[in-house]
């Protein structure tokens, strides 16, 4: 599906579409019109130009098509702007990674409704119990939890506290899904986004398969 589908249904003009996906930080002139573009792309997994170029190309071996989903684990309606704001910048760094993004779910009380046959690996918004965690993990495996604190030894790790460090924190955290889905890391791995600076605290040895 292309810019004019998701544009045709948010009923706004394909400029817009695109700058909303492919500028976080893009202000609509309103939340309601933003919220119904990510709505719109979600629904029809959006999948960038390039990325849909490439998987028609018969001269190359295309990537695989990785479907991801989001678990945010704070209610819908009590989500803190915060992360909002971070699902925003995670949702494009799965479009330019040439992924699709299944769907986002809210609260783990959901996860019934998730199925792992049809994803390839989860992201996990906010603060999780290490019960939930150690289920997430056996139930899909590739899992990539994204907080402000460190909560859980159980799966790979991305932390950040500023608004500031939301590009480099999905950026980090997709590496670190794909890279596990594909098998390059083993071991539990934990990275703390800081201002100007990337702090690695176990498994140097994913820096070299992610980087």
Known sequence: MSI???????G???ATVSRVLNNPNYHCSSEEMRTAILQAARQLHYVPNEAARNLKKGTVT??????????VTQGQEGVEPFFQELVIFLEREIRHRGCVLSQIWYRPEFLAEIDRNQLDGLLV???????RMNALREQYRNVVAVNRNSANDTVD???????????????YALLLLL????GGH????????????????K???VEENVG
């Open 4 to 10: 004019k589908h998701i544009a045709r249904i948010a």
């Open 12 to 14: 706004v003009s394909p």
């Open 62 to 71: 295309p990537p695989k098509l990785r479907c991801l989903g989001i678990l």
């Open 125 to 131: 918004v906010g603060t999780c119990s290490r019960r």
């Open 157 to 171: 790790e991305v932390l950040c506290d500023t608004e500031e460090g939301f590009a480099e924190a999905a950026r």
């Open 179 to 182: 890279d596990r889905i594909d």
């Open 186 to 201: 083993t071991s539990v791995t934990r990275m703390k986004v800081e201002p100007q600076l990337i702090c690695r605290e």
């Open 203 to 205: 498994d140097s040895a």
